[in-house]
């Protein structure tokens, strides 16, 4: 399972564009990369996946370069709400059978007035 | 979109009793389940694998006599936590695998905290 490298913890203004990004050079070719958001006393919840290139959709946007050892996940306009820990993991979907997830240390957003 | 539950939220158990945590796919089938623990402040610890119809597949260090797990149909799996003990208090957090949902192949459910006294 390639690993992931995120920051620890990033603080933002509300109304500004935040972009995480996260490490992952062993990626392999058939892993996705995917961010899960996670509130506090709450399951993580699924924000974006992509394999290359860049994933819009409608809450964030998702950079991959072309050699996709790294990917920056946008939160565009950002509010209090979207104060979390958000997860970077990498991974094989649909392979036949499922894989797991292994979660890294997260990065901590702290959106303040 | 795919939902998963989990029951209770909350528990409250004293030392040395048991309690059980259900998770449920409630408009899918999940062939597999996984079980997850989260400390405060901490990241999400994979503890085993649910597979349905089978014995589950526990990570390195975690005792499967401890945390008895049973997948017994296409929607439930149940995690037992046995002799709890107050260092078994935490977030046990668990998901489920939709293989014919998208790229994307795990929903998670809420969580429930498990306070041992």
């Known amino acids: 399972l390639a690993k992931t490298t995120q920051p620890i913890s990033m603080d933002s203004y509300e109304g500004q564009e935040v972009n995480i990004t996260c490490s992952h050079n062993?990626?392999?070719?058939?892993?996705?990369i995917t961010w899960y958001q996670q509130f506090p006393s709450q399951g993580p919840r699924f924000i974006i996946q992509?394999?290359?290139t860049k994933v819009t959709n409608e809450v964030a946007s998702l950079f991959i370069p072309a050699d996709r050892k790294s990917s920056t996940l946008s939160l565009p306009r950002v509010s209090l709400s979207d104060t979390a820990v958000y997860y970077c993991l990498v991974g094989a979907p649909n392979t036949g059978t499922a894989s797991k997830l292994t979660f890294g240390t997260g990065t901590r957003l702290q959106v303040t007035l | 979109g795919a939902v998963v539950s989990q029951h209770p939220s909350w528990v409250i158990c004293k030392s040395g009793t048991s309690v059980k945590i259900e998770c449920r796919s409630l408009d899918f089938q999940a062939t597999t389940m996984f079980w997850y623990r989260q400390f405060p402040k901490q990241s999400l610890m994979l503890m085993a694998t649910?597979?349905?119809?089978?014995?589950?597949?526990?990570e390195q260090g975690v005792e499967k006599d401890k945390f008895l797990i049973n997948h017994a149909s296409l929607t439930l799996s149940t995690l037992t936590v046995t002799s709890a003990h107050p260092e078994d208090s935490s977030f046990y957090i668990c998901s489920a695998n939709n293989r014919g949902a998208g790229p994307y192949e795990q929903y998670f459910g809420p969580g429930t905290r498990l306070t041992v006294t």
């Open positions: 649910s597979n349905e119809g089978s014995k589950a597949t526990y």
């Open positions: 992509g394999y290359k």
């Open positions: 062993n990626i392999a070719t058939n892993d996705y």
